[in-house]
């Protein structure tokens, strides 16, 4: 049975928008931080040299990409079992803010590889998975501008991202099976040994930063939804 | 024999320059859509 | 026979007849297919690149884009002639309705994969004569995946505006598993190398092929009732 919500209202949706915005730009002078501390304050590392740097903010972009993205798989799950259309705003909003991160992991990835690997890009485990993520949250976004009605876009998008979420494994044993076939020539080896502590410092707060900046415009674009389907409403009564 | 690490600076630069650029453009573009979104419009009908 | 077999398998069959009477959508398929090994053919250097290394990717970029039109075709034909509608109202398990439309959908790709095999032994000049129980074996595995999750996605395709730019669309990434699998495998088999280099690749698609059915199948009725 449905769960008949009272109907948002525009001024809800100002205020969730309002904290949304101001929790993004704490986050984003979070990175700012977090970048200054990258550059200023952590040693560079000696085999790979400053390009290792990009580390600091593909890592964090990659884990909020693969947050939002689970995120939008397990909300599509639970609102095919509670049909709340809470479930649904915050699925489309996760998907977006996942293509941004996305964006960031497909644009530093290939930056960081060209010095350290010799080539733009490698079908490595990383690089694929993030070319995966995009392409599906973008099958996503683009199903959703497909439909109209709005359950059924609620559910055949919950269905879209059970699925997307039980394809990443298959393409990490894929890339797994296939690495240990094909070994790339590697220029530089990517140090494997554990992070000296002020690397590993850096790393945290970025990736702490990058959370907060997931929540952030998460909540604005929630917002934005909700402004959305407010109007909706006024506007059939 | 200690090595010098890779000039590749500018490898650097451009990642965090785009990263910028990406995270900051999405969130001005959220922040338009964001005062679009709940303008209250007076008037007639 | 068990009822939900006993329903697929009629509504399989009522797929089939239908598409046997029209044929749109197979031969679209088999024309398209016959297309992609030609250009393949022609759009490789022959003193670089020997038929045998390019020959596994050339046979199944063509089964997995035939699979592809196959598929879209058939779901546009019913929903030009509004069949799904009338197949929901009877008292169906979704289940047994999901099982139905893949039977049908991999007798259409079945058909068409079979009809390419051979165009493909003859543009290729492939020897087939060890490896054909094995290409068909691992035809069968893969094609299987890329059905089950084509079917859903086809039903969801079907109720959107770009419906036949929506499907690959979804279905490409899902395909990418299933395909590199086929492909590892297919290229092994003609070099005759032994079975333990494929089992990874082999486990891979049946697992693949475990864990898609069995949640296209769940998710089905999600897609299909209001």
Request: aromatic share 10%; charged share 15%.
């Amino acid at each position: 049975m449905t769960a008949i919500a009272r109907p948002p209202t525009l001024d809800q949706a100002r205020a969730v928008t309002r904290r949304g915005l101001a929790m993004s730009a704490v986050a984003l002078v979070g990175i700012a931080g977090a970048c200054v501390l990258a550059l200023g304050f952590t040693p560079t590392e000696a085999r790979q040299g400053l390009a290792q740097k990009i580390f600091y903010l593909h890592v964090p972009a990659a884990w909020s990409a693969l947050l939002a993205f689970s995120l939008v798989g397990v909300a599509g799950a639970l609102y095919l079992w509670l049909e709340d259309s809470r479930l649904d705003r915050f699925s489309a909003a996760s998907a977006e803010v996942g293509v941004a991160f996305a964006a960031v992991m497909l644009t530093t990835g290939p930056i960081w590889a060209k010095p350290i690997w010799g080539t733009w890009w490698t079908w490595d485990a990383r690089l694929t998975l993030t070319l995966f993520l995009f392409f599906l949250f973008v099958g996503y976004l683009a199903l959703r501008a497909a439909i109209h009605d709005r359950q059924e876009r609620a559910r055949f998008s919950a269905v879209l991202g059970i699925m997307g979420l039980l394809l990443v494994p298959f393409v990490h044993l894929s890339v797994y099976l296939f690495r240990t076939l094909h070994p790339q020539p590697i220029v530089l080896k990517p140090s494997a040994p554990s992070l000296p502590w002020e690397m590993l410092r850096t790393l945290l707060v970025s990736t702490v930063m990058f959370t907060l900046l997931y929540v952030g415009y998460v909540t604005t674009r929630y917002g934005i939804g909700l402004a959305a389907d407010a109007r909706e409403h006024r506007d059939a009564d | 024999m200690p090595t010098e690490p890779p000039a590749n600076g500018g490898y650097m630069v451009a990642g965090y320059l785009v990263t910028a650029g990406i995270l900051i453009g999405y969130y001005l573009s959220l922040l338009r859509r964001a005062r679009k979104s709940v303008k209250s419009e007076k008037g007639p009908p | 026979m068990p009822e939900g077999l006993r329903v697929a398998l009629v509504i399989a069959a009522k797929d089939i007849r239908a598409e046997l009477r029209s044929r749109t959508a197979l031969l679209s398929a088999i024309v398209f297919a016959a297309l992609v090994l030609v250009i393949f053919n022609f759009a490789r250097d022959p003193t670089v690149l020997s038929a045998t290394d390019l020959a596994p990717s050339a046979l199944w970029v063509t089964f997995s884009f035939a699979a592809m039109v196959a598929m879209n075709r058939a779901f546009t034909v019913e929903r030009e002639h509004g069949a799904l509608d009338g197949l929901l109202l009877a008292p169906v398990s979704r289940g047994a309705l999901f099982a139905g439309k893949v039977l049908a959908n991999l007798a259409f790709v079945g058909a068409v994969e079979a009809i390419a095999l051979p165009l493909f032994v003859l543009f290729f000049n492939v020897d087939l004569t060890r490896a054909l129980p094995g290409i068909v074996a691992t035809a069968a595995l893969a094609t299987i995946g890329f059905v089950a999750v084509g079917t859903i996605f086809g039903a969801m395709a079907v109720r959107t505006r770009f419906a036949e730019l929506m499907l690959p669309v979804l279905l490409l990434p899902f395909m990418v598993p299933p395909l590199i699998g086929a492909v590892q495998v297919t290229s092994r088999l003609l070099a005759e190398r032994p079975l333990s280099e494929m089992w990874g690749w082999l486990r891979l698609l049946a697992l693949y092929d475990i864990g898609f059915v069995t949640l296209a199948a769940l998710s089905f009725a999600f897609v299909v009732d209001e």
